[in-house]
Each structure stands twice: as structure tokens, then as C-alpha cells.
């Protein structure tokens, strides 16, 4: 069974950083990518970031690019998304995503970021 | 970037009966090397993540009732529910995966009238 365990999530004052993980397991990684998608309290849905399984290929929204940056550990089956220079606007709740190529097939419960003063 | 639009922003139906959402791309998502449509349809339903339920534009993911089916090419495409079941209520969204950056409508929240 595949499961995406998100964790790393807290109250961080603007400029702050926070290091979010995600624990993956019940797949193999062969031709997969691995992204974060992120939901503001009462909003829709916005990509942040994906990784290819080989870690060859990354891509952001400008949004974020130059502040977060999304990394794989192999050896621990663990997504990582450091977050620096945290805005008010980066308040959401947090999904890891496994893409079937970039098709969202399984995701996370999330984790919530709160970025407040 | 590719701008993803969907409409209504809200729709209520009556139990039974048939569910329309609309999805419109800024720019055509069907790649030419393969005949596929780079689109799919999400499922979010109060306090859980979203739910894949149709990619490649009309492919029914495995275990999706048989009442949801999605169709269109290029830029506009459809999600139907034929026959609306209360379990549907929901917020249902388009996603494009043609290129980066991948984007989202704004969503659909479909209520039992």
C-alpha cells in the first residue's frame, strides 16, 4: 500500500525557515516524481515543486523558486522541501504527492505551515 | 503559463441527477506525440486530500464509480456525474500537466439541491 507521510510542519514568524519531510513507502521509485502541492486555508489547490525519481530534473513555481528547494533522500525513501524567507502567503496545509509521471495518483493527509507574527 | 478555468464556481443538484463541471485551458494541453490530454479531474472532500478520480482527460481511475466520466481535447474539457449520489458532495477540481509549472482551476463546489 503506498503511504506519504508528511511531517516538519509549525508556526514560523516571516523570514523564518522551516524544513518539511515526507516519508514514503509501499512503491518503488522507478520512473515516478515526487511533488508538493500546497492549499491555503479555504483556497484551492497550487503546485509548489516536483522531483524527478532520480533527482535529474526539478521544477517550481515562480512563487517560490530561489527560496524553497525540494530534494529526495534515496536511501531513506524521504521527500524533503526546505523552506527559507517565509512569507505570510505561505500559510497552507502542505501535500506530498507521488506522480505517476505528473499524474497525482497518491497523496498525503498534509501538513500545516503557519507563517504569522 | 497555462491558466486553468472552470465553471460554475458552485452547483447544487438533485439527488439522481446528472452533474456538469466545466474545465477551459489557457492554451491547448493535447501533446501531439502521443494523442493524450494532459488533464485531470480531483476529487476534495471536507478535511481529507484531493482525489484522483480521471486523468489523461476521460480515463476513470481504478475503484471511481462508474457515474463520473470526464471528455473534451485541446482546451475545453468536461467532468460529468450522471447520476449525483450524496457521498459526491464535494469540491471537485481541473489540473493541467502539460508543462510546468502544473496549475489548477479554482474549483468547483458541487451541494445536493
Known amino acids: 500500500e503506498v503511504q506519504l507521510v508528511e511531517s516538519g510542519g509549525d508556526l514560523v514568524q516571516p523570514g523564518g525557515s522551516l524544513r518539511l519531510s515526507c516519508a514514503a513507502s509501499?512503491?518503488?521509485?522507478?520512473?515516478?516524481?515526487l511533488h508538493w502541492v500546497r492549499q491555503a486555508p479555504g483556497k484551492g489547490l497550487e503546485w509548489v515543486a516536483n522531483?524527478?525519481?532520480?533527482?535529474?530534473?526539478?521544477y517550481y513555481v515562480d512563487s517560490v523558486r530561489g527560496r524553497f528547494t525540494i530534494s529526495r533522500d534515496s536511501s531513506k525513501d524521504l521527500l524533503s522541501l526546505q523552506m527559507n524567507s517565509l512569507r505570510v502567503e505561505d500559510t497552507a496545509v502542505y501535500y506530498c504527492?507521488?506522480?505517476?509521471?505528473?499524474?497525482?495518483?497518491?497523496w498525503g493527509q498534509g501538513i500545516r505551515v503557519t507563517v504569522s507574527s | 503559463d497555462i491558466v486553468m478555468s472552470q465553471s460554475p464556481d458552485s452547483l447544487a443538484v438533485s439527488l439522481g441527477e446528472r452533474a456538469t463541471i466545466n474545465c477551459r485551458s489557457s492554451?491547448?494541453?493535447?501533446?501531439?506525440?502521443?494523442?493524450?490530454?494532459?488533464l485531470s479531474w480531483f476529487q476534495q472532500k471536507p478535511g481529507q486530500p484531493p482525489k484522483l478520480l480521471i486523468s489523461?482527460?476521460?480515463t476513470r481511475e481504478s475503484g471511481v464509480p462508474d457515474r463520473f466520466s470526464g471528455s473534451g481535447s485541446g482546451t475545453d474539457f468536461t467532468l460529468t456525474i450522471s447520476s449525483l449520489q450524496a457521498e459526491d458532495v464535494a469540491v471537485y477540481y481541473c489540473?493541467?500537466?502539460?508543462?510546468?509549472?502544473?496549475?489548477f482551476g479554482q474549483g468547483t463546489r458541487l451541494e445536493i439541491k
Open positions: 504527492v507521488r506522480g505517476s509521471g505528473w499524474i497525482f495518483d497518491h
Open positions: 509501499g512503491f518503488t521509485y522507478s520512473n515516478l516524481w
Open positions: 522531483i524527478k525519481f532520480d533527482g535529474s530534473e526539478k
Open positions: 492554451r491547448s494541453v493535447l501533446a501531439s506525440s502521443n494523442n493524450k490530454n494532459f
Open positions: 489523461r482527460a476521460s
Open positions: 489540473q493541467q500537466y502539460y508543462g510546468a509549472p502544473i496549475t
